[in-house]
């Protein structure tokens, strides 16, 4: 008789055998018990099937981000350089920046606006009004965190064709950082500036409005790209035909040393909002004007000068604006909104107990540095906020004032 037939009845002899099978079958039924009780905890908990999993994840909001910065002018008067010299061709900017340093290179992208063009000493150095700077301003630059730079301003022809190309030569030679605004060639021209940061893809742009009168060489228009409607509408549209998330465009525009946005800056705000350019990063005033949104675009309308030599108090005050750049998804829906939008005023002094053209922030702010400082900060923020677009950071607290001596 074969034992391990089933259902014979076995010997008494074979009892052993018999609780041996009977254990197997109890195991074998309570792991299908188990298996069809995890599925049904599966199916409530919501693991689907493949196709229900596909409608799953596009019902699903997927969230990405990436933090940006952005501060103003890089005015290299002779006054900078020469505090900058180390020899008789040598240049070191980096203590200048050294008090912003670690916030800029806390930031994904961090722009600026090279005011001067970096022709370099071979050239001659010049300041005011036809300016030439030494390429060490970029290194310092490069050295504090900055990796998206404008290159569109009304000095960029200051010092001709041979200036131009040797600014080119500089930032091609430095990986990491995008430059936008003047260009090597047509086809330089019409090539996207693009960088992907966490997920999310970002075109630059870069345009003025004013040249100083000077003209580039006739068929070289591309070594300055000046704003106009309909080239920064084609602009846009090939930066979103190669898939960029997010469109930024810096502008070169406004009048010096006005608090508020003019009709022109207001009309091109107006402008790039209806192309759906995500966020604009504006200059030139050289002193500090509104953030605020047009639509759903958010409008930098001065950062003021970030270093120079100027001398008036209201050119010496300069902003930083850092945010969050946050992309939404929802199945084939996307969104860009920003987060934390937040001013932090600098300044500049030509002297001071930390050394010559140190960018200080207010929050680092002392009396023997500016005296009234939280006076000067309270002024100078208020034509910055004027709605609820940004926060500024506060002012470091002033010492209190020594008691008054009493009289005999």
């Not at 792991?31 to 994840?57: H, I, K, N, T």
Request: charged residues 25%.
């Amino acid at each position: 008789m074969n034992a391990h037939a089933f259902p014979v009845p076995l010997p008494e002899r074979g009892s052993e055998c018999r609780n041996l099978i009977g254990r197997c079958l109890f195991l074998a039924l309570s792991v299908l018990l188990f298996f069809s009780l995890c599925m049904d905890q599966a199916v409530a908990a919501g693991v689907l099937l493949p196709a229900e999993q596909r409608e799953e994840d596009e019902s699903r909001e997927r969230i990405s981000r990436f933090s940006f910065l952005a501060v103003g002018d890089a005015l290299i008067h002779k006054g900078v350089y020469e505090a900058a010299r180390t020899g008789k061709k040598q240049f070191d900017f980096r203590p200048m920046f050294r008090l912003v340093k670690e916030r800029v290179q806390a930031h994904d992208i961090a722009f600026y606006n090279q005011e001067t063009i970096l022709g370099g000493v071979a050239l001659g150095l010049s300041t005011y009004p036809c300016f030439n700077s030494p390429q060490e301003v970029g290194d310092g630059m490069l050295d504090a965190g900055f990796n998206l730079v404008s290159l569109a301003n009304n000095h960029t022809l200051d010092r001709g064709e041979k200036a131009i190309l040797a600014s080119h030569e500089y930032w091609a030679g430095h990986d990491g950082v995008l430059t936008a605004g003047s260009y090597a060639s047509p086809e330089d021209r019409e090539t996207p500036r693009l960088v992907e940061v966490n997920g999310i893809t970002c075109a630059f742009l870069a345009y003025t409005t004013l040249t100083n009168g000077l003209r580039a060489p006739k068929g070289k228009e591309y070594y300055l790209s000046v704003y106009d409607k309909d080239a920064v509408e084609e602009d846009v549209k090939r930066a979103r035909k190669e898939k960029a998330d997010v469109v930024i465009v810096s502008m070169h525009w406004g009048s010096e040393y006005v608090f508020t946005p003019g009709a022109q800056q207001k009309e091109i705000a107006g402008h790039l909002a209806s192309l759906g350019v995500n966020l604009v990063v504006g200059h030139h005033p050289h002193v500090v004007q509104p953030v605020q949104m047009v639509k759903d675009t958010l409008v930098i309308y001065s950062l003021g000068n970030f270093i120079s030599a100027q001398k008036e108090l209201f050119k010496l005050i300069g902003l930083m604006v850092s945010l969050d750049v946050v992309k939404k998804e929802r199945g084939k829906e996307k969104t860009i909104s920003f987060e934390n939008v937040t001013g932090t005023l600098l300044y500049n002094p030509r002297r001071s107990p930390l050394g010559r053209y140190v960018v200080v922030p207010f929050d680092l702010m002392k009396p023997d540095i500016l005296k009234d400082f939280d006076k000067v900060h309270k002024k100078y923020a208020a034509y910055v906020k004027v709605d609820e677009t940004i926060s500024i950071r506060p002012p470091a607290r002033m010492p209190p004032k020594p008691p008054a001596k009493r009289r005999k």
